[in-house]
């Protein structure tokens, strides 16, 4: 990864060269409502870029229509597993389709929290230490050796989901029972006190990290997707020295895990300063409210300049 070289980002690739791309959204994970508005928004850019786009709605027949329709290209905007974990990658490098993000490999293994944190910490990138929880022992232990406050995740949701902070060994249990409907690994990590910020590569590039704020606990699925007073900044408000030292991390543990085409990164700070690293999103958000095309803005690409690059980098990488 390279840094702030921003105007390399544009895509030069004429429109016609991207053949007939389809737009692959919706999905069936519980991130479906997100990647539906996500989708909406790149198929209209693509589309008023004089893109051939076929809209997929990925369900069943997904196979099908990718054979009927005579796809040159995909763009993936599916968010959580089915979608973003290596299996519609996988099944696109079997078809010698090329498609956008990441390839098989960094898209599993950034959908998986605690391998990521494990190939990370291996690096010594830092990440909030953490525990598996299988069983209420678990809890009891995790609470002895981690300390209260801590925050309990899903090992692969996105957008929030099933996640709590709790501050006891009964909340503890409670917030495992209910993170363990959603998946079957859970894990619970060391609660990080301080400002969090959400930084995108793209093209091999970081991006002007954005400082995230809201009223809420944590940033929620209310505070990311619902919520007027989510406060974003950028620039991010860190030093100069610190934000320098927040991309150059960024660019490690991206390529620690392999990103390719686009990504985005969240970050926690704590009281001394330390940064510490949550997880990866190989497809992020598209929304009107979402953070990459925001981080886009200020590198001075709209967001329509924004899904070309993202589709121009899947040319670069693949053919
Ligand atoms: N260790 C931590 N300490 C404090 N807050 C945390 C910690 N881990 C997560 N959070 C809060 O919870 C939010 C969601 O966490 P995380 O990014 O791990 O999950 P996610 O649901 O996969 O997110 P995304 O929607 O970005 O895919 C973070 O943005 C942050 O506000
Ligand atoms: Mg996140």
Redesign the pocket.
């Known amino acids: 990864m390279t840094v702030n070289q921003y105007d390399k980002l544009h895509s030069t690739i004429p429109v016609k060269d991207f053949g007939r791309v389809a737009v692959l959204y919706g999905g069936k994970s519980a991130e479906r409502e997100v990647s539906l508005k996500s989708g909406a928004a790149v198929i209209e850019a693509l589309t008023s870029a004089g893109v051939d786009v076929v809209a997929i709605d990925v369900g069943d027949d997904l196979l099908q229509r990718l054979l009927d329709e005579k796809i040159d290209r995909a763009f993936i905007i599916l968010h959580g597993r089915g979608g973003e974990d290596g299996s519609m990658q996988g099944l696109l490098e079997c078809l010698g389709i090329p498609y956008t993000g990441s390839g098989i490999l960094a898209s599993a293994l950034a959908m998986d ?1 605690l391998r990521t944190k494990q190939v990370w910490q291996s690096l010594g990138i830092p990440t ?1 230490r953490h525990a598996v929880l299988g069983s209420e022992s678990d809890c009891i232990s995790a609470g002895t050796e981690l300390g209260f406050p801590l ?1 309990v ?1 899903p090992a692969h ?5 099933g ?1 709590a902070k709790v501050t006891s060994v009964d909340e503890l249990i409670a917030a495992w029972k209910d993170a363990a409907t959603y998946d079957s690994q859970v894990l619970v ?4 006190h301080g400002p ?1 910020f959400t930084i995108a590569t793209l093209r091999g590039q970081v991006l002007p990290p954005i400082a995230l704020g809201t009223p809420h606990t ?2 929620d699925y209310d505070a ?1 997707y619902l919520a007027s007073d989510t406060q974003y900044r950028i620039p991010c408000g860190l030093s100069a020295e610190k934000e320098q030292e927040l991309i150059d991390l960024t660019a490690r543990a991206c390529d620690a895990v392999g990103i390719a085409g686009w990504g985005r990164l ?1 970050v ?1 700070q704590d009281e001394q300063g330390r940064f510490w690293l ?2 990866v ?1 190989t497809a992020p958000g598209m929304t009107d409210h979402s953070l990459v095309p925001m981080a886009a803005r200020a590198a001075g690409l709209d967001f329509q300049q924004l899904v070309l690059a993202i589709l121009a980098a899947s040319v670069e990488a693949r053919g």
């Open positions: 929290k909030p925050i995740k949701e996105g957008s929030s989901i996640m990590e060391q609660w990080i969090e944590f940033y990311k969240d926690m949550l997880e999103n």
